[in-house]
């Protein structure tokens, strides 16, 4: 009986645990970037991630148009060398999945980072963190429209037009001094 008792509480306890640690998402807004700027930005980097100190070893990706969903699986290796340690081999592997929405109240560009495996959690926001930094350094600054910022004041400061390439004006040369004393040797 005792042995029933604690195999139920096991049972139990690893739901919850999978509860806890799967399936994790992270979403971030994504305002002033339409949405065909935003599909191109998550495709460019899910086909081509960018990791400091990892190498992609696999990574395949599978893109559903119609409904501006991505899936990834991808594989990362890297040895890891630490003082007074032998270097340590370490191996990565991440499912996940990128869909864009849109926020409800908001009205804004949704990006929904979606882990689809069992794994800590943080782990799941750095991994997503860096995905969107890397989107974010592909799309440049967002181009801040009047409809963007609700009852923002328009500015409607002109824009001076552009310098011309060559200068209008020239810089007399320096000219030599007779009258200075040569250097002594």
């Not at 139990?12 to 994790?24: P, Q, R, Y």
């Not at 990128?98 to 009205?107: I, Y």
């Not at 980072?113 to 860096?130: G, M, S, Y």
Request: glycine share 2%; with cysteine.
């Amino acid at each position: 009986m005792r042995i029933l008792s604690a195999l139920c509480s096991a049972t139990i306890v690893t739901s919850f645990l999978a509860v806890g640690v799967g399936c994790t998402t992270r979403s971030q807004l994504f305002d002033g970037y339409s949405d065909d700027q935003l599909w191109t930005a998550m495709v460019a980097t899910a086909r081509s991630p960018e990791y400091d100190n990892w190498k992609v070893s696999d990574n395949e990706v599978f893109l559903d148009d119609s409904s501006r969903r991505i899936e990834i699986y991808r594989v990362l290796k890297r040895t890891l060398v630490s003082p007074y340690s032998d270097p340590r081999r370490e191996e990565a592997e991440w499912k996940f999945q990128v869909v864009l929405t849109r926020d409800e109240e908001l009205d804004q560009p949704l990006i929904d980072f979606t882990a689809r495996q069992l794994t800590v959690p943080a782990h799941v926001w750095d991994e997503a963190d860096r995905y969107f930094q890397q989107m974010r350094t592909l799309l440049g600054p967002a181009k801040m429209t009047p409809t963007a910022i609700p009852n923002a004041p328009i500015d409607e400061t002109p824009i001076p037009p552009p310098l011309d390439a060559t200068p209008t004006t020239t810089e007399p040369e320096p000219t030599a001094d007779p009258a200075a004393e040569p250097l002594p040797e």
